[in-house]
């Protein structure tokens, strides 16, 4: 089983930045794909981006292209998410996932995730 804890979110001004980390216990990392999904009130659950098991390749949603980044560091069992240019509508609580997808196309979906995190909140003010 993979434990996940994000770290990271808060309150930002638009234009702003944040980093977000999500800790990976319990498994081997690079034996899971990840992600970051996020979930704002009333909406469901969509995804941000995700990036294979030793990043050779990432996916990305178009509402946050040339915005976020997303990396890996499997040594420190860590996955970040680098967010720039924040917009109110990135407003939401940011999740982190595992899962065993092995294609680009198979990255974005939510259900090729088996474990989350309990998420983070990202706020951003205009």
């Known amino acids: 089983q993979v434990r996940l804890l994000e770290s990271g979110g808060g309150e930002v001004q638009a234009g702003g930045s944040l980093r977000l980390s999500c800790a990976a216990s319990?498994?081997?990392?690079?034996?899971?794909?990840m992600a970051w999904f996020r979930q704002a009130p009333g909406k469901e659950r969509e995804f941000v981006e995700g990036?294979?098991?030793?990043?050779?390749?990432?996916v990305f949603a178009d509402s946050v292209k040339g915005r976020f980044t997303i990396d890996r560091d499997n040594v420190k069992n860590m996955v970040y998410l680098q967010m720039n240019a924040l917009k109110p509508e990135d407003t939401a609580v940011y999740y982190c996932a595992a899962g065993l997808a092995s294609t680009p196309g198979r990255l974005s979906s939510l259900d090729n995730y088996d474990y989350w995190g309990q998420g983070t909140q990202v706020t951003v003010s205009s």
């Open positions: 990036i294979s098991r030793v990043g050779e390749f990432t």
């Open positions: 319990g498994r081997t990392l690079s034996d899971y794909s």
